[in-house]
Each structure stands twice: as C-alpha cells, then as structure tokens.
C-alpha cells in the first residue's frame, strides 16, 4: 500500500524516562477515515504513543507522520518550533480524560476559543461554527452555560466540539470517557460513534472494549511499550491469537 493511502504512519518509535522505557519500538499504520482502539493495561505506553503523535511528548527515535507532516527524532534532532508545532496540533485534535474547559468562559466561547486565537477566524464566523458543532454533540440548548454547570459527560462532549472546531484531519482521544460515572459514558461514546460513521481517522485509548469491537476498525492491543497483537477489531476481541491478549480480554464481557 502506498503512503497517500495511510493518514498516519508511525515507524520506530521509542521513549524512556531515565530507566523506564515506554514505547519499545512502535511501527503503526492507520489509512485515512480508519478508527483504530488502542486497548492494554494502564501502564502499557498508550497514552504516551499518543502524546508522541501529537508532540505533548517528544520521543527519543523514530518518525511520526500525519497527513503531510513528517517529524523525525533522534538524540541530536531539533524540535520544530512553537509555530510549527501550534499549527500541526490544530489539525490533530485531541481530547483528553479531563476536560480541561476555559471555567470563566461560557461553553460556545469555549468552542470559539481556538478558531479566534489560532486561526484568526472572526468571531461571527467561530460562534456560527461553534453552534453548529454543539449541535452536533446534543448541546445546543447549553451555548449560554459555563462548564460548572455541565455534568461531566456534557463537559467531555464540549471538549470533543472544542477539538472539531479546528477543523482537524485526525481526531485523538485519550481514555476520553475514563473519568466519567457509567450512566454518563454512552453519551460520549455516541458522539464518538458518529464521527466515525462520518470518516473522521480517529485513535482512540479506551477501556470500553466492546465499543472497541464495535465502532473501531482495527484493535491495537499494547503491554509493556509493544504492538503485542494488531488485527480487525472483531477478530482481536472474540479471537484474539496472543496469549497476552486473551489474559486482559478475560476481565471484560464483551458480547451481547
């Protein structure tokens, strides 16, 4: 398969802090509007490969490229600048386990923030962009609010409006519905689900292994800084041929 088919290539890459090696020796291909689940044990270096991918952590070798950006690291590489870091996390959102809202600003103005600021889009055009996008994750009728007012499930669909409002190419989600109660994270994975029935190429770092199995198009099942397995989504989670990942699956239901 050629590279322009592969929205995000990751090849060789490695991080340690001091002792602690994280990412081993990571090769990953996913093709433009694939969903891949990133499933493993806390611990096992998937939030890290993230971060990684979208420069919050540089990594010690390797190469990360996404869309038409290619980064390269090594021990005597230099970091692009600030700029150019700012400009290539726009259209790689991320959204996090904490929602890390703006708690002074309301939430269309937290959705407006970014277009406004990074892009210099005006504001009428950013409060129509971001109405648009509460819609599109059930808030509508919450523009006016501030996040403290929001139960957690509605913060983390504000956050996710937050990350689309730059109009990224590829969507990252760190254990986005983690932190919320269990009633609260079907509402999250709802928004999710449709992006991806929309072809948003999303990663996506999830305990939520049936929604795995469901929505992903690919499990990438990670111990201990490795790919241990790597397959169709539905294969990996009811076959999976790693007697790695047999042992974790053990401990979730996943069907029916």
């Known amino acids: ?9 990751i090849s060789a890459l490695k991080k340690q802090y001091g002792d602690l090696v994280v990412l081993r ?3 990953l291909k996913v093709a433009q509007g694939s969903v891949v689940a990133l499933i493993g044990p806390s611990g096992s270096g998937k939030s890290t490969l993230l971060r990684c991918m979208n420069l919050l952590v540089t ?3 390797g190469r990360v490229r996404i869309g038409t950006d290619t980064f390269t690291f090594s021990k005597t590489s230099t970091l692009p600048s600030a700029k150019e ?4 996390r726009s259209g790689t959102g991320m959204v996090f386990q904490h929602f890390n809202l703006f708690p002074h600003m309301t939430v269309l103005k937290n959705v407006m923030e970014g277009p406004v600021s990074a892009k210099g889009m005006p504001k009428a055009q950013a409060a129509e962009l971001a109405r648009g996008l509460l ?3 059930g808030l509508a009728d919450k523009a006016d609010v501030h996040p403290q007012r929001l139960s957690g499930g509605q913060k983390q669909r504000v956050a996710i409006a937050r990350a689309l409002a730059m109009q990224p190419e590829v ?9 919320l109660d269990p009633e609260l994270v079907s509402e999250v994975l709802n928004v999710m689900k449709d ?4 072809g948003m190429t999303m990663i996506i770092v999830t305990h939520e292994i049936a929604f795995a199995r469901e929505v992903a198009d690919t499990v990438v099942f990670m111990r201990d800084g490795v790919i241990v397995e790597e397959g169709p989504a539905r294969e990996v989670v009811d076959n999976p041929k790693e007697e790695a990942t047999r042992s974790f699956l053990k401990h979730f239901h996943t069907r029916g």
């Open 1 to 9: 398969m050629t590279t322009e088919n592969h929205k995000i290539e």
């Open 25 to 27: 020796d990571i090769n």
């Open 59 to 61: 990594p010690d070798a």
């Open 85 to 88: 870091q700012a400009r290539f």
């Open 135 to 137: 819609a599109k994750v």
């Open 171 to 179: 969507m990252l989600f760190d254990e986005a519905t983690s932190a």
């Open 195 to 198: 992006l991806a029935a929309e």
